[in-house]
T-cell receptor, first 114, second 114 residues
C-alpha cells in the first residue's frame, strides 16, 4: 500500500514558466514533508520541507504548499530553469514515531525546455 | 564539512553471493538510514540505525541486514544475492535524534547482480 503517491511520472515545462509537482499521502499521522531532487547516478539532494503546522514554505524559487484536509502537497518552481531538470521525490515522515524514516513517492521527472 | 560517503560506488556480484556496503555519515550525525532505489519501486526504506541500535526497519527479507559502529559508520549486508537485488543503495545520515527530517544522502552504491 503506497502511503505517498506522485501520480505524474513526468512533467515537461518551458523555461521561465511555473512547474507544479504534486504529491498525495494517505497517513494522517505524517507531520513532516520534504522534497528531494535527484540527478542520475547521484543521491537525492534536499530541496525544501514543511511541517504539518504550516501550509506554506518558501525558499527562493521554490514554494511548497500543504493542504492537510486533502492530504495533498505541491511544489512550485518559479521561474523554471533548464538546470531544474531532474527527478523530484516527495517524502513524508512522522517525527519520533515508529515511522521516523522517510516514506518516498516514486518520483516525477521534470524536464525544463529552453 | 565532508558529506555522506558510500563505498564502493559500483559493484558487480554473482547470484548467490553476499555483499557488504559501507557508509560513513557526516561527522556528528548519529542516525544512518539505508534505502534501495529501483526503477519500478522508487526509494524504499531498508532500515535506520541510531547510536548503534536499529531504530526502524522496512519491509525487506531477512537477507538484508545492517549494523552501526560506535563511530556511527554503518554497513549493510545482503546475503544470497538475487537478480532482483540489483539497485542503487543509498545511505542517509542525520543529526536529528527523533528521526524524520534533516537527512543528507550519499551518492549511493550501484549493485548489479548477474
Amino acid at each position: 500500500d503506497q502511503q505517498v503517491k506522485q501520480n505524474s511520472p513526468s512533467l515537461s515545462v518551458q523555461e521561465g514558466r511555473i512547474s507544479i509537482l504534486n504529491c498525495d499521502y494517505t497517513n494522517s499521522m505524517f507531520d513532516y514533508f520534504l522534497w528531494y531532487k535527484k540527478y542520475p547516478a547521484e543521491g537525492p539532494t534536499f530541496l525544501i520541507s514543511i511541517s504539518s503546522i504550516k501550509d506554506k514554505n518558501e525558499d527562493g524559487r521554490f514554494t511548497v504548499f500543504l493542504n492537510k484536509s486533502a492530504k495533498h502537497l505541491s511544489l512550485h518552481i518559479v521561474p523554471s530553469q533548464p538546470g531544474d531538470s531532474a527527478v523530484y521525490f516527495c517524502a513524508a515522515s512522522r517525527r519520533g514515531g515508529s515511522q521516523g524514516n522517510l516514506i518516498f513517492g516514486k518520483g516525477t521527472k521534470l524536464s525544463v525546455k529552453p | 564539512k565532508a558529506g555522506v560517503t558510500q563505498t564502493p560506488r559500483y559493484l558487480i556480484k554473482t547470484r548467490g553471493q553476499q555483499v557488504t556496503l559501507s557508509c560513513s555519515p557526516i561527522s556528528g550525525h548519529r542516525s544512518v538510514s539505508w534505502y534501495q532505489q529501483t526503477p519500478g519501486q522508487g526509494l524504499q526504506f531498508l532500515f535506520e540505525y541510531f547510536s548503534e541500535t536499529q531504530r526502524n526497519k522496512g519491509n525487506f527479507p531477512g537477507r538484508f541486514s545492517g549494523r552501526q559502529f560506535s563511530n556511527s559508520r554503518s554497513e549493510m549486508n545482503v546475503s544470497t544475492l538475487e537478480l532482483g537485488d540489483s539497485a542503487l543503495y543509498l545511505c542517509a545520515s542525520s543529526s536529528d535524534s527523533l528521526g524524520g527530517y534533516g537527512y543528507t544522502f550519499g551518492s549511493g552504491t550501484r549493485l548489479t547482480v548477474v
